[in-house]
């Protein structure tokens, strides 16, 4: 079988992540790597198979794509063991630019796979679902991995973080769909107001993320020791309230501007039969608009939980916690392990959440066709 | 639309820069009792050009490499690959900019060039969206005449497609460059110059002025942005309504 030219071009950094070191070995955390080839860890029989198959994936990408993957990442797991095995306690592997070159090319090779195939909603949750237990399952596998020696010297901290995480990120989702569907709504039927309304919310969107954390802190602590009801009930300057605040205001936007664009774009026609079936405004709004309007209404808000998902880990700057914490940690310690800890979970996090909302707006009925 | 607004606040901005004295009056409440009101570690038009610099250095380069493949994969040539962009593109966006910015940290090492790439990478992908959105969204009869009239695939491209496609690629190149301008600002977490410098020292020293000052100026630098895409775009669509002679 001749491989399509992407497949051709994925080659080249396929190539090349069998090529370059495989992995880093360090005596301790802080050491500098000393590369390690994957024929040094496996011996030269092992490398030329691998190479081999390698081979093969690029001719018949669309269907060894997801397998080869897998053991790609297993073969981390193996290679992190057998350097570490009798070694003192504290060397450490990671992945070197290999591994993240080859790694690349095959998750691009897979997503092509997927493209081609235009999987539909079901399959889609399906597919995430598979990719999560297949995740969960290499990862047993990587006990010996620096990055999940990282998480294992601290995997009741990351546990609260991502716990923190996800209620900065779904909590301030929340308000701002019960907050700004209704506003939506009102400034489509009040024209009057739509101006100052969506001119302030986009002054909101230019502000910086870290600024707009950093100014909220001071109405808060305002709040935190002028009411005493607000401090009771965790408010403060610093912590969760500002990042809850800063990324509820940033969210406004595209849900208010998505549930006006999803009313605008009812056809007039309907808005009449709906009138002259007897309906009053509220029933036309509950049974008619808002069920109409709602695709677009939840394409604003996956852009928003896909934003807040990002967007909550600079809360940590400001002491709110997440896993921005491990991102700013390791940047402050020259610990790539570190960073990786908190940034490959956000961007697990975000891309799961964008898949499942998509699924769920093409599963809508009467949806995108 | 009114001018007016954007030319006041560019006014504003330049006034501040140039003299930032004159704010501290309305600054001063923010900071602490007797700590500095305007940023003195550095001067703020220095790092306001560093921060532009940082955000044109990313952009200008992305904004040529997206549009060239966003061309390239509606060429026969690169059709294999169009799929698999599109899909990078819509997931490409679901990446946080910090954690672009933190990955490229482990590669680069801190200072300028993780914010660079960062910035490059992340301005690659609404320009990409908008010239595939544009070039297919062309209507098949201007192309059929284009063809017709015996134009080169060449000239179509430069004389055709790409003019009409120009109002929806500046516009992604708007959306890009606001983005980058205020992603630009967490570069500072990896020590690249810029305002983000300001607001990150505000929030170390605990000093409101520092936020304040640094987090205006970018909204103010993202308000004038937008102001001047707007700008140009109205150049372009004066130039289609006036038929050549």
């Known amino acids: 079988m001749i491989p399509n030219r992407l497949a051709l071009v994925l080659a080249v950094p396929l190539a090349a992540g069998l090529a370059l070191p495989f992995a880093g070995l360090r005596a301790n955390r802080i050491a500098a790597a000393e590369p390690v080839w994957l024929w040094q860890a496996l011996g030269a029989p092992a490398a030329i198979g691998i190479a081999l198959l390698a081979v093969l994936t690029v001719m018949w990408g669309r269907v060894l794509a997801a397998p080869a993957l897998a053991a790609w990442l297993a073969l981390m797991g193996v290679v992190a063991h057998r350097l570490t095995a009798g070694g003192p306690d504290f060397a450490r592997v990671s992945p070197g630019a290999g591994f993240w070159l080859g790694a690349v090319a095959l998750a691009l090779l897979l997503a092509d796979a997927l493209a081609q195939r235009r999987p539909g909603p079901v399959a889609r949750l399906t597919w995430l679902a598979a990719a999560w237990a297949a995740l969960a399952l290499l990862l047993q596998g990587w006990g010996h991995v620096s990055i999940l020696q990282e998480y294992a010297a601290r995997y009741m901290t990351f546990w609260a973080e991502a716990q923190r995480h996800l209620a900065l990120a779904l909590g301030s989702f929340a308000g701002a769909v019960l907050v700004g569907v209704p506003l939506g709504v009102l400034i489509q039927r009040r024209a009057g107001w739509r101006g100052p309304v969506m001119g302030t919310l986009t002054a909101i969107q230019t502000v910086p993320s870290i600024a707009l954390f950093g100014l909220l802190i001071l109405p808060l602590g305002w709040l935190a020791t002028h009411v005493p009801m607000a401090r009771a009930v965790g408010i403060g300057g610093i912590g969760m309230a500002p990042a809850f605040v800063a990324l509820f205001l940033y969210a406004l936007l595209p849900i208010v501007t998505n549930t006006v664009a999803g009313l605008r774009g009812i056809p007039a026609s309907v808005a009449e039969a709906a009138r002259g079936m007897g309906l009053s405004p509220r029933q036309r709004l509950a049974r008619v608009d808002i069920p109409l309007a709602l695709p677009v209404i939840l394409t604003g808000a996956r852009i928003v939980l896909v934003q807040n998902i990002g967007l909550a880990t600079i809360g940590a700057l400001i002491g709110a916690g997440g896993f921005g914490t491990f991102v700013f940690q390791g940047l402050g310690q020259t610990a790539p392990d570190l960073i990786l800890l908190g940034a490959l979970p956000t961007v697990a996090l975000a891309f799961s959440a964008q898949v499942v909302f998509d699924a769920l707006i093409d599963l809508l009925p009467g949806a995108r066709a | ?245």
């Open chain 2, 1 to 245: 639309m009114k001018r007016w607004p954007a030319a006041v606040l560019l006014v504003l901005v330049l006034a501040f820069l140039i003299r930032p004295g004159l704010f501290a009056p309305l600054l001063a409440p923010l900071a602490p009792g007797g700590g500095p009101v305007i940023y003195d570690r550095a001067n703020l038009l220095s790092l306001t050009l560093a921060h532009l610099g940082l955000v044109a250095g990313a952009m200008v380069p992305a904004s040529l490499v997206a549009v060239a493949l966003g061309v390239f994969v509606q060429r026969p040539a690169g059709a294999a690959f169009l799929p698999l962009s599109r899909s990078l593109t819509g997931f490409g966006q679901t990446f946080p900019p910090v954690a672009v910015l933190a990955l490229t940290v482990p590669v680069l090492g801190f200072g300028t060039w993780p914010t660079l790439l960062a910035l490059f990478l992340y301005g690659l992908l609404p320009v990409f969206e908008n010239t595939v959105a544009a070039l297919q969204g062309l209507p098949p009869s201007v192309v059929e005449a284009a063809r017709g009239m015996g134009l080169t695939p060449r000239q179509r491209l430069w004389q055709v497609e790409l003019p009409l496609a120009r109002p929806l690629i500046l516009d992604g190149i708007r959306t890009a460059s606001v983005i980058s301008l205020s992603t630009a600002t967490i570069g500072s977490v990896v020590a690249a110059r810029g305002l983000g410098e300001v607001i990150i020292a505000g929030l170390t020293s605990q000093n409101l002025a520092f936020v304040a000052q640094g987090g205006l100026l970018v909204a103010a630098l993202a308000i004038l942005l937008a102001q001047a895409f707007a700008l140009v775009g109205d150049g372009a669509s004066r130039n289609r309504a006036t038929p050549r002679a």
